[in-house]
């Protein structure tokens, strides 16, 4: 390779791998921002719940309150006519004992007369029989008698009346009433404490609130500028890599671990005609593909690639050796936001299932590594003697990228009481799926009041708060039921029951009469394997009530709403110029998540360039 080559493919490099690193580094951020977002919309959430919670406990109180006080008022009545009454009763019990102490004495002295009047009477008897003395003295003593009769009678009813009045007990009513009143005095001081209290709490949890709500949109914003900030780079990524870097593009299929790669053809940079005719000269004999560990990619030389190509490649591979694989030319359409512009000549490589892939160190390609793509163009040997240069040319390394393999999927679920069942099913009919699968199994609230206006994962979310799997996977365990599946690639029913302390996604109680969607994070349960597997979020399409003990949905459906966004597993930008359709791959645009989160797992497969952008040729390549 001459100086001037060298040179270029340094610069190349160096340029890509310098805005790879500022796509790492702002994708970085851009997640850290989505996890500040979340918490912060959680804290908004909670001190919405609380202030709610304390304006309730507020209006209880206002309204004891105001019992109280109409209690206290009726009490003040009722203490000054049981005061009125015990004044009045103790006056009329003296009145009344007195008037049956002169009624008996009045009845005593009229005793003493009728006794007098009697003796007068046998007086009279035995001296003056049947005289006008005698007759007069018998009436006097009749009179007299009957007298002293109804003396005596109302004497007895003064007694029985003075005896009935001290029975009456205003005395107990007014202690009673006075008792009451106390007591209800003290209710009312501290019905007033209560509302002085929940006043000023409510009022710091009003200004909680304001400030976790600020707190939020500023989050949002945060966020807003990095998702801006990504755009940017993407876009600086797809241009290089377009450009520079022969549009080196590849696309992961998660059920089976493959990479399909694809490519620009390389073009001369100016135009050349055979000898002796004016037919434009063949310039690219073939285009190879090879991988390298991403850690090992600085150390890629084209001498190195020329030797390992000379030695571990033959078109038979027979013996599954080879480390270089041939490119099929085709020409595929330009798409940029939807609309097919032209047409790209184009090469690309699909591993065939019988296919061992190995790298360039001659190891297999396995799931959970960090790999690399280069593009090893041959030239004719005509085009090499007519630019004076015996090389063959390697491009740049593509966005780094991990294979992984496809967890079971979840279709279907079923509640019943305090119940929650889950089905697994194999991810593809065509590999086995084995692996010791956890689940995290969450209630996600739907429209509490303080939901509404945040910032949400994409526009088709159901969910009115921004929750994507990277954000599943930082829920704390205090806030999911967890669970845990040994699948072996036959369909399992896996179940977790709410209990009294079971709480939302945010870690509030569950509230009554709230709907919450059912989402479950899929992810394996052994740490060795994360890198190997691709955790997967499901949500409901539909939610479920709490009534205050019981969720009630005999079945309901579940959609994969995984946001593919690890650049470990994932690029930053997509492929347009690529039409997956052999695959039954995915290659959404990130600038329409809300598509991408419609589909289910058998579509969840990702590729290496922007889809908003056209696929350009590579007419100036790398010598």
Not at 201 to 215: G, L, P, R, V, Y
Not at 455 to 475: D, E, G, I, K, R
Request: glycine share 4%; hydrophobic share 35%.
């Amino acid at each position: 390779m001459n100086s001037y080559s060298e040179n270029l493919q340094k610069t190349v490099s160096t340029t890509l791998n310098s805005l790879y690193a500022d796509q790492q580094k702002i994708a970085s951020e851009q997640r850290s921002a989505e996890y500040n977002l979340y918490f912060a919309q959680g804290a908004q959430i909670s001190s919405g719940d609380n202030l709610a919670n304390t304006n309730i406990q507020l209006a209880a109180a206002q309204g004891l309150n105001d019992q109280g006080v109409t209690c206290d008022n009726t009490a003040i009545n009722l203490l000054g006519t049981a005061t009125t009454l015990q004044s009045n009763t103790t006056t009329a019990i003296s009145n009344v004992a007195a008037a049956a102490a002169n009624i008996k004495a009045a009845s005593n002295s009229i005793s003493k007369v009728a006794a007098n009047i009697g003796s007068a009477l046998n007086i009279a008897l035995a001296s003056c029989y049947d005289t006008d003395i005698y007759k007069k003295t018998q009436q006097a003593n009749d009179f007299i008698s009957v007298t002293a009769n109804e003396a005596e009678y109302a004497s007895q009813l003064a007694m029985e009346a003075s005896s009935q009045c001290s029975e009456l007990m205003s005395a107990d009513v007014l202690s009673n009433v006075t008792a009451s009143k106390t007591a209800l005095e003290q209710l009312l001081t501290e019905l007033s404490t209560d509302v002085t209290n929940l006043s000023s709490q409510s009022t710091k949890d009003f200004q909680t609130f304001n400030s976790d709500k600020k707190a939020e949109r500023k989050a949002e914003g945060v966020l807003k500028d990095a998702d801006s900030q990504l755009l940017g780079v993407n876009e600086s990524v797809f241009a290089a890599n377009s450009q520079l870097n022969l549009n080196v593009n590849w696309l992961l299929d998660p059920v089976k671990a493959k990479i399909q790669v694809f490519s620009s053809v390389y073009e001369s940079p100016f135009v050349v005609n055979a000898k002796g005719s004016n037919a434009e000269m063949q310039v690219v004999e073939n285009q190879y593909v090879f991988f390298a560990k991403a850690s090992n990619q600085s150390s890629i030389t084209l001498e190195q690639v020329e030797t390992l190509f000379s030695e571990y490649y033959t078109s038979a591979n027979s013996n599954h050796t080879n480390r270089f694989y041939l490119m099929a030319s085709e020409v595929a359409p330009i798409i940029i936001h939807g609309a097919e512009l032209g047409n790209s000549a184009q090469c690309s490589y699909l591993p065939t299932d019988a296919d061992a892939v190995r790298d360039s160190d001659g190891d297999l390609v396995v799931a959970g590594q960090d790999y690399v793509a280069f593009i090893y163009v041959e030239l004719t040997l005509a085009y090499q003697r007519f630019i004076g240069v015996y090389d063959n040319i390697i491009s740049s390394a593509s966005a780094s990228f991990t294979p992984t393999l496809a967890l079971p999927v979840i279709n279907s679920s079923s509640v019943s009481g305090k119940d929650i069942q889950v089905t697994l099913e194999a991810a593809s009919s065509e590999v086995e799926t084995n692996v010791d699968t956890e689940l995290h199994v969450m209630l996600l609230p739907k429209d509490k009041p303080d939901e509404r206006g945040l910032m949400t994962s994409s526009p088709s979310s159901v969910l009115p708060f921004y929750f994507n799997v990277s954000v599943a996977q930082q829920v704390s365990s205090a806030n999911y039921l967890p669970a845990e599946a040994d699948f072996k690639n036959a369909n399992l029913n896996v179940s977790v029951s709410i209990t009294d302390d079971t709480t939302d996604n945010f870690g509030s109680p569950l509230i009554k009469d709230i709907e919450y969607y059912i989402g479950v994070l899929c992810l394996p349960h052994s740490a060795q394997n994360l890198t190997q597997y691709l955790p997967t979020l499901y949500i409901t399409n539909s939610p479920v009530t709490f009534d205050g003990n019981h969720l009630n949905a005999p079945q309901i459906s579940f959609s994969n709403v995984t946001h593919v966004n690890n650049t470990k597993h994932t690029p930053l930008i997509c492929s347009a110029a690529v039409q997956p359709s052999a695959l039954g791959l995915s290659a959404q645009a990130k600038e329409e998540p809300s598509t991408a989160e419609e589909k289910t797992a058998e579509s969840s497969d990702t590729s290496a360039t922007d889809s908003k952008d056209a696929a350009k040729k590579s007419n100036k390549g790398n010598k």
